[in-house]
């Protein structure tokens, strides 16, 4: 199997007079289709982690492969269009915008990017919408929604650029049991059809023993 993922010797400091260490000589493979979780306490590091394999931030040094490509020395436009094929992002909030529909957000990465034309995107996003369940609240308010179907709204258009790997920090930390159940099936069921990679950061134990591979961070350390 490919790794997807790479990372090497990586350090996080924050700060400039005072300096914090959040990660310490982190290295981690990720394989490719593969269903991972992340956990560890409050602080740990794990959102950091998380952004530093998402290119939303870079590492203080070390090295970030993606797709065998290294990113922690690319510049914003390169860096922006990687991120946009390549990975989907899904966090504890959703992020949707209110003044548009459902079927508009999920169509909103590509609004932005214009990867393919009007109808073809429409098609999609339909399909992913029937793919969460939603396919008749498109045209819905987001405000209408419920917290579950909110998110589900969410990674419906995480997926909308048909992205290899999906990064979801704490996808469920806002919903109840049944909706975070609905929630990881649906990731699940997205792995197992595409072969899209997960990374989840979760403090739900439930949801870290069902994944392929628990990753722990302590104290900006990773061990399994
Ligand atoms: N931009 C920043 N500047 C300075 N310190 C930061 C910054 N972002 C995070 N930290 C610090 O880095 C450490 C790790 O934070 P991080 O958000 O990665 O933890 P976490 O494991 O995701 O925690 P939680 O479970 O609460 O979300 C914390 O001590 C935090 O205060
Ligand atoms: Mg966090």
Redesign the pocket.
Known sequence: MDNVIELKNINKI??RRVK?Q?LHDVNLSIEEGSFNSII??????????LNIIGTLDKPTNGQVYINEKRTDKMGRWTLASLRNKNIGFVFQFHYLLPEFNVMENVLMPNTIKRLFSGRKAKNRAEELLDLVGLASLKKRSIYDLSGGQQQRVAIARALMNSPKIILA??PTGNLDSHSSQEVYELFRDINEKFKTTFII?T?DDRIAKKCDRIIQ?ED?KVSG
């Open positions: 924050y700060g914090t959040v560890g306490a409050s602080g740990s590091g794990k959102t950091t982690l920090d704490e950061i403090h961070i900006g």
